[in-house]
């Protein structure tokens, strides 16, 4: 987020982002919440995926505009969502 805001990659790259983080934030307080058995546990799956193609549409558009870290970093991000999904898939079986 603060690379997109301090290299002024446009206003549209700032909100995908931001709806990014904000999505991702959701995601893991409702996570937490559904382990204290405050909710259910699947409430922060919707979130989860809204992040995701957050991720996914700030990649594509980073690269049709040929901005490589940008690229990268989101794809660092996205990599760490599908590890930790991964995760969860081999503790839970």
């Avoid at 990014?20 to 995601?27: G, N, S």
């Avoid at 058995?37 to 919707?46: I, L, Q």
């Avoid at 505009?65 to 999904?85: C, Y």
């Amino acid at each position: 987020m603060v690379y997109v805001v301090r290299q002024a990659h446009g206003r549209q790259a700032v909100w995908i982002q931001a709806g990014a983080l904000i999505f991702y934030l959701l995601a893991a307080v409702s996570a937490i919440a559904s382990e204290s058995g405050g909710m259910s546990a699947h409430v922060h799956r919707p979130f989860s995926i809204l992040t995701q193609v957050c991720i996914v549409w700030a990649m594509y558009r980073a690269w049709g505009q040929h901005q490589r870290k940008l690229f990268l970093l989101n794809g660092v991000a996205w990599a760490a969502i599908l590890a930790d999904t991964a995760l969860h898939y081999i503790l839970v079986r």
